[in-house]
């Protein structure tokens, strides 16, 4: 028999342990709580609820992020908690993230009474709707009352919360939760008197996870068998299964016989002893203009979202395939509004519903043209020893400890990801925030993924760590292991790729935004280890192995501007190679 904690002292503290019970019931493990005074029920509930781990983050935007991270790598929700006002506002940027990215984060916002909003009262804000068509849910609870008609609908809608955080699409769920005074936990009668009419067991065990199956019946598109130019594109994903994932689509691929476009943002490049059709080169390979109208396909099976190269989309654009997209979302994933059929099914169902076929000369092509450009780009590669940018993620897809959880932070990282991440068998598992794209939270998602999880990896440049310093805080409370691999070029190497690097002023004031900071004097503000590396050598003796506990930081000090320019001259040359 389970035991059942509930804090009779007051209407809030019994609402409070409700709610918090409930959920732990349902499956939570993590509460992230940050502080205030109009949350007290919520954070003492969750703070004495067995099973649950409550996590106090001192900055708003911080907490979000981090539960964002653990929600991620977890795949199941976790509670976010903050007081009355704008704290609440601080979570918006994660709300995003988590809506476009499909991570399950439960938001409970505390608020005043309503005799007083409207009427200046302190700390006092509208949260109706706060996160206007973000959330997959949202619902204003109603006051606390001892009612046990109200406790019930208090539990069903805990309930429903929890499901429509998973289902039908991971998401978002924002409950806003007034309370009137007082909000400590202290004693009065009402509470106490209903204590010896309820019986929680029977309270409690109604309580069961949702049954539910969204699932649309299985799509066979056998007209895909009729065509020969054919191709799969693996987008970004970060599948929970990620052997079955990149097994189903080796499995389509292999009984299609077409070659699988493999985005680096996923983890089928970790996975290439699965898939004998693997191009790691895309990008590369359609810059040669030659070689793009000899592989135009006539299909194209997209699995998920795109991936990040604006080439191959460019690619596509141009040619205009029949695509057909696989996911089982209900978003639009085709940014490029082409010729577009949308399965709303996952690619583990549907790599068992095609029949085999044979190999074709196109597949072959594919399959030569990555072997050229493949080692084209490893030679080029190996030859460089300077601090490259680019040479950072290449180094990391061959020496990394297998199994790694890697965080790649937006702007260049996600994009040297794609360029130069080699395949191989490490089942290495990348995280990343490309629901919104943005840089926000960078660090305390990436500690997020590394709470309570194995030696973790964070690739990122100097001004996405800059802008969620913050996230260094969460270290007194952070359980885990996790590695920064800065690299710090002294502003955003992204704007370099742009045509407006061209023009200066404004450009390096107000795009580059260099800050001269000095990061071992930042970290040890933070009494977080650091270490410049001046060599390719020394990087690789410090990311395997990977140490068993704390922060650190590996900072490799770059040039902008010259990196910048080598991709511009040196990307296309890489495929220059003719058929």
């Known amino acids: 028999m389970v035991t059942v904690v509930i804090d009779w002292r007051n209407t809030n503290s019994v609402w409070g342990s409700i709610l918090a019970e409930t959920f732990g019931r349902l499956g939570l493990t993590t509460a992230v709580i940050c502080p205030g005074s109009r949350s007290t029920p919520l954070a003492i509930a969750f703070a004495q609820t067995d099973g649950v781990e409550a996590i106090p983050i001192l900055d708003e935007r911080s907490a979000a992020f981090f539960a964002l991270g653990i929600a991620r790598q977890a795949g199941r929700p976790v509670v976010l908690v903050c007081t009355s006002g704008t704290a609440a506002a601080n979570f918006y940027p994660a709300v995003i ?28 804000i509208d949260q109706t709707k706060l996160y206007n068509t973000y959330p997959n849910w949202y619902a204003e609870l109603a006051l606390p009352s001892l009612d046990i008609e109200i406790l019930a609908y208090l539990r069903q809608t805990l309930i429903y919360a929890w499901e429509r955080s998973r289902y039908p699409v991971a998401g978002v769920v924002h409950l806003n939760i007034p309370f009137r005074d007082p909000l400590a936990p202290i004693p009065d009668t009402t509470a106490a008197a209903l204590r010896s009419q309820f019986n929680p067991q029977n309270f409690f065990n109604s309580i069961q996870l949702p049954i539910t199956n969204y699932q649309l019946p299985i799509p066979h598109p056998k007209e895909w068998k009729q065509y020969e130019r054919g191709i799969i594109i693996a987008g970004i994903a970060q599948p929970q299964q990620p052997r079955e994932y990149c097994g189903a689509i080796a499995q389509l691929a292999k009984t299609l016989k077409f070659p699988v476009l493999a985005e680096a943002l996923s983890p089928v490049r970790n996975y290439a002893d699965l898939n004998p059709y693997l191009i790691s080169t895309y990008d590369l390979i359609v810059r040669n203009p030659q070689l793009a109208q000899q592989l135009q396909p006539k299909i194209v099976i997209q699995i998920g979202e795109l991936p990040t190269s604006k080439d191959l989309r460019q690619w596509l654009s141009v040619t205009q395939p ?52 493949r080692l084209a780009c490893d030679r080029t590669m190996t030859e460089i020893e300077h601090l490259f940018e680019g040479k950072a993620a290449w180094l990391l897809s061959q020496v990394l400890p297998s199994e790694t959880p890697l965080f790649i932070a937006n702007s260049m990282p996600v994009r040297d990801m794609e360029f130069f991440w080699k395949p191989s068998n490490s089942n290495i598992r990348p995280f990343f925030n490309r629901g919104a794209n943005g840089i926000d939270g960078t660090l305390s998602t990436a500690l997020g993924v590394a709470h309570r999880n194995q030696s973790s990896v964070l690739l990122t440049g100097d001004l996405a760590l800059l802008h969620d310093t913050n996230g260094f805080l969460i270290k007194n409370k952070f359980a885990g292991r996790l590695t920064i691999v800065l690299i710090n070029n002294n502003g955003g190497g992204i704007f370099e790729m742009l045509p407006i690097s061209k023009f200066e002023p404004p450009f390096e004031e107000f795009f580059a935004t260099p800050q001269n900071i000095d990061f071992a004097q930042l970290c040890a503000t933070y009494n977080v280890e650091h270490e410049l590396i001046d060599s390719w050598e020394q990087l690789q003796k410090k990311i395997n192995p990977l140490p068993t506990t704390g922060i650190r930081v590996l900072e490799l000090k770059t040039n902008r501007k010259a990196d910048a320019q080598w991709r511009k001259e040196n990307l296309g040359k890489l495929a220059a190679i003719t058929m």
């Open 97 to 124: 993230e988590a809506r476009e990215s499909r991570v399950p984060l439960i938001i409970l916002t505390a608020d005043r009474p309503p005799e007083l909003r409207d009427c200046h009262s302190g700390q006092t």
């Open 322 to 373: 029949q695509r057909w997209i696989v996911d089982s979302c209900d978003h639009n994933l085709d940014p490029l509004h082409g010729k577009t059929i949308h399965l709303r099914t996952t690619v583990e169902q549907l790599a068992q519903s095609i029949e085999p076929k044979a190999p074709t000369p196109y597949l072959q092509l594919w399959c030569d043209v990555e072997a050229k450009v």
